[in-house]
């Protein structure tokens, strides 16, 4: 009886817990995964002797009560669920105190009283007087053992709910197949139960302390000093633009898989992006910008363009929990006297954006939440309904504002858009070779449609001429399974050197002076990590020490190559791809001009910044700059 009260208990505290993160979560855990953690904790409770059995079961009930209660108040906050990666924030909740104790409900302690009470029934109990007791237990331990296989055999291969991005939007998949749970930890407790989530957060936290790389050597250290400073010298370089857009809102568009192919592409003489290629002639168009993303493609990309830094090759930016980042730049604007937001039509705990962006020193966050009675297309609010909202927020601002913008509209599959673009590129169908090209060129055109409205619409209120634009593409395209080409395109899209994306500054009234120095600028190598400086540059300061990017407007014969995340020492140097193989232009018909930097050179710096995401050390490294000024 105590067992199966220990159960109903457990399962009844995981169970209010997934009734509050299941809108949310859009998949709700089966009741298989739900019994795992139950019959594995008391399959090991039966070995111990009798007090102690359910002194155990009382502490261990207690532990899952008290971490599903956190992870209530965390979510009814954060919209996500508590993970020890965070562990490094802990020190901060007696300063936030009260807001802890105004999201904490009492009643969500009483599960917690409930444990206790059963361990001490148990524990004070008379333990039953009984030759074969020990035998029973052993047999009773074994049995649950094995049930607990075979449930976990059952869940496994139970479909689960999942409101799936993929082409066709199948109800259910199996947990092996559920993509919204591998890039978002509510997702995977709402897939596979709370207790099973926190586990799995367990064995994810353990192996990355068990495997850490070891802490950088003081010469290492002393490389990587030297590297900053490096970059910090060259962020000091002036250039004909250097404060052009000071007091200006910046609104930074990152445009969701657009690719640097579409620019300027016509099919069937119909332009995919018009409005960005008109917007494009009357501001600074860079056509050689890498796409630098690699595990956490979307996530990936807005770190790069928040921190200064290359992403990791090891794991998704998103993952990466080491409280307040030192160098950033929402904290570096913040500083300059703007307000910080950010502004996305889907959900928060997606790529742990809840967490994220305020690591970052974004104080304003809007997520699906906040675009419930707008325009819903595909996996959230539309760009159109998104972009309005943005403008409404910029109108009542009363002070510069950064606004940080996610498009979400022209998602893989491609299949969200409206129905007046079914006929586009229609004779591009899968059933003809030519995968999804055809869809993602109409959600593509779609988004430029979106993005043109955005500027009119910011023109009738008057907050054009005061605005720094800033779009670009996020990540490539990705899974498109072509097998024929198209003749327009005239190059393989999936190459290596079409591995670019289009980033465009458009500075409203200062279309001349831009116009005189756009030749200059538009074969500049870069990626999204140089825009931290670049944008600073055009307010008229310089980025703090801790940036690896370098503005767009250091001359091109002084940057240093460009390397490339990924599991090849890939790198970029004078319009050249280089790597193991040799090299690849990525003009035709280019040849090297001068000498290629030897193996230590580029790679070295790749390791470099990969020791850089330990941002503690970031800090440490900008206290000894500040220290050193300071003398």
């Known amino acids: 009886m105590l067992c199966t009260a220990f159960a109903g208990l457990l399962i009844t505290q995981e169970s209010r817990l997934l009734l509050e993160i299941t809108p949310d979560s859009q998949s709700m855990v ?13 399959s090991f409770a039966l070995l111990l002797p009798w007090r102690l059995r359910w002194i155990f079961l009382g502490l261990v009930g207690s532990a899952a009560s008290l971490i599903m209660t956190a992870d209530s108040a965390y979510f009814s906050f954060f919209h996500s669920v508590t993970s020890l990666r965070a562990a490094v924030s802990l020190h901060q909740l007696w300063d936030v105190r009260d807001s802890v104790f105004h999201l904490v409900e009492p009643a969500q302690l009483v599960l917690v009283v409930a444990f206790i009470g059963l361990a001490l029934f148990g ?118 633009l250097r404060g052009i857009a000071e007091g200006r809102h910046v609104v930074i568009l990152q445009m969701e898989s657009w690719q640097q192919f579409l620019v300027d592409l016509k099919i069937d003489g119909v332009e995919v992006m018009p409005f960005f290629n008109a917007l494009s002639r009357e501001g600074l168009r860079f056509d050689y910008m890498m796409d630098v993303t690699h595990l956490g493609r979307t996530s990936d990309a807005e770190f790069a363009v928040h921190t200064g830094l290359l992403p990791d090759v090891r794991k998704p930016a998103s993952f990466f929990h080491l409280g307040s980042i030192a160098v950033s730049m929402p904290r570096t604007l913040k500083r300059m006297g703007y307000r910080t937001a950010s502004y996305h039509g889907y959900d928060r705990a997606f790529w742990n954006r809840a967490y994220t962006h305020p690591e970052w020193g974004i104080e304003e966050m809007y997520f699906e939440e906040a675009f419930r009675e707008e325009e819903q297309l595909g996996l959230g609010a539309s760009d159109r309904a998104v972009f309005r909202f943005v403008t409404e927020k910029l109108v009542s601002s009363d002070q510069p504002a950064m606004s940080f913008v996610l498009s979400l509209s022209s998602h893989h599959p491609y299949i969200y858009t409206p129905r007046e673009y079914e006929k586009l590129f229609a004779y591009m169908d899968p059933s003809q070779g030519y995968g999804l090209m055809g869809a993602y ?191």
């Open 30 to 42: 089966t009741w298989p995964w739900r019994l795992l953690s139950p019959l594995a904790a008391l």
């Open 123 to 240: 524990a004070l109990g008379k333990a039953p007087r009984s030759p074969g007791l020990l035998t029973s237990a052993r047999a009773w331990s074994a049995g649950l053992a094995a049930l607990s296989l075979v449930v976990w055999w059952i869940a496994w291969r139970t479909p689960v709910m999942e409101n799936t991005h993929h082409i066709g939007n199948q109800p259910k998949r199996l947990p092996s197949e559920h993509w919204g749970s591998r890039y978002s930890p509510v997702r995977f407790a709402a897939t596979f139960g709370v207790v099973n989530y926190h586990l799995n957060d367990l064995g994810r936290w353990s192996r990355s302390r068990i495997f850490a790389p070891a802490p950088p050597t003081r010469e290492r250290r002393g490389e990587i000093r030297n590297l900053l400073e490096r970059k910090f010298e060259l962020n000091q370089s002036s250039s004909p």
């Open 441 to 631: 060129l109409r959600a593509v055109h779609y988004a430029d449609w979106a993005l043109g409205e955005f500027i009119d619409e910011m023109k009738r209120k008057g907050l054009h001429e005061k605005t720094l634009y800033v779009i670009y593409g996020d990540h490539d395209m990705g899974g498109l399974a072509m097998k024929r080409g198209i003749p327009e395109l005239g190059q393989n899209v999936s190459s290596p050197s079409a591995d670019r994306i289009p980033l465009l500054i458009h500075i409203p009234g200062e279309e001349a002076r831009l116009a005189s120095v756009g030749d200059t600028y538009r074969d500049t190598i870069g990626g999204l990590h140089d825009l931290f400086p670049t944008i600073v540059h055009l307010l008229g300061e310089d980025p703090p020490l801790g940036v690896t990017g370098t503005h767009l407007f250091v001359p091109q014969a002084e940057r240093d190559p460009l390397p490339i995340p990924g599991p090849a020492d890939l790198y970029v140097w004078d319009h050249m791809l280089h790597g193991p193989g040799g090299f690849l232009p990525l003009k035709p018909g280019l040849t090297p001009q001068r000498p290629v930097p030897g193996p230590k050179g580029p790679t070295l710096e790749r390791q470099l910044i990969e020791d850089m995401l330990d941002h503690r050390l970031q800090r440490e490294l900008i206290a000894l700059r500040s220290a050193a000024r300071a003398n």
